[in-house]
């Protein structure tokens, strides 16, 4: 099983539809991260959490929002979907004393 | 806006070929990562840096953080099609009090495609 898993792996959404992607992971972090990745913009910070309680928008957190369920799940909701947050979204994880992130195989989601 | 510069964009290599990318930075990382990513999957660790002026190799692979730690390079010696990807780099801070570390920034990525 994988360390840090993402549901679903792909969806098709229309616009102005709510979506949550979800996130979990066994590797016991305390810090989970969601990015977007869009062709020729690299990864990019939506939202991330150090703690269950400590949560902190990334660089591009509007139209999006998160919740830390507990230490091993963190979910990632678009209230109302846009063609331009077609893109695939990744969860990652880290430990506060250690800098490798492990991630997450991705979830493509396309709005339409 | 995104903090780290990373170039070039894409390679288009013969198989035996040396590769050489870069990643700089307007302000200062107390880490430097590269990550590697192949088709369906996430990104992968690489190498990690953690001072200024260190050199670290990982098989045909080898990352300089620099000296001013506003950039690093991966050079890839020998370059096979199993080097296919896109490759990122990252920095990292400390936070305040310097006893944990912070969110990681990537770099735009470089996607590698190698010819045999």
């Known amino acids: 099983d994988a360390d840090v898993t993402q549901t679903p792996r792909n969806r098709i959404t229309k616009t102005g539809k709510r979506i949550m992607l979800e996130c979990s992971q066994t590797?016991?972090?305390?810090?989970m991260y969601w990015y977007r990745q869009d062709p020729g913009l690299g990864l990019r910070l939506i939202y991330y959490s150090f703690d269950v309680k400590d949560i902190n928008k990334g660089e591009i957190s509007d139209g999006y929002s998160v919740s830390r369920q507990a230490q091993a799940k963190f979910s990632l909701s678009l209230e109302s979907a846009i063609p331009n947050q077609t893109a695939l979204y990744f969860c990652?994880?880290?430990?506060?004393?250690?800098?490798?992130?492990?991630f997450g195989q991705g979830t493509r989601l396309t709005v339409v | 806006g995104q903090q780290l510069n990373q170039s070039p964009q894409s390679m288009f290599i013969q198989e035996g070929e040396d590769v050489s990318m870069n990643c700089t930075s307007s302000?200062?990382?107390?880490?430097w990562l590269w990550y590697k990513q192949e088709p369906g999957e996430g990104p992968v660790l690489l190498i990690a840096l953690y001072k200024a002026g260190e050199l670290t190799s990982n098989g045909r692979l080898t990352a300089q953080f620099g000296i001013t730690r506003k950039d690093s390079f991966l050079n890839i010696s020998a370059s096979i099609p199993s080097d296919v990807g896109i490759y990122f780099c990252?920095?990292?801070?400390?936070?305040?009090?310097?006893?944990?570390?912070?969110?990681?920034?990537f770099g735009q990525g470089t996607i590698l495609t190698v010819h045999p």
């Open positions: 590797k016991g972090h305390d810090r």
């Open positions: 302000s200062i990382f107390n880490t």
């Open positions: 990652a994880t880290s430990s506060r004393l250690n800098t490798e992130a492990f």
């Open positions: 990252a920095g990292q801070r400390l936070r305040a009090g310097g006893t944990s570390y912070g969110k990681l920034t």
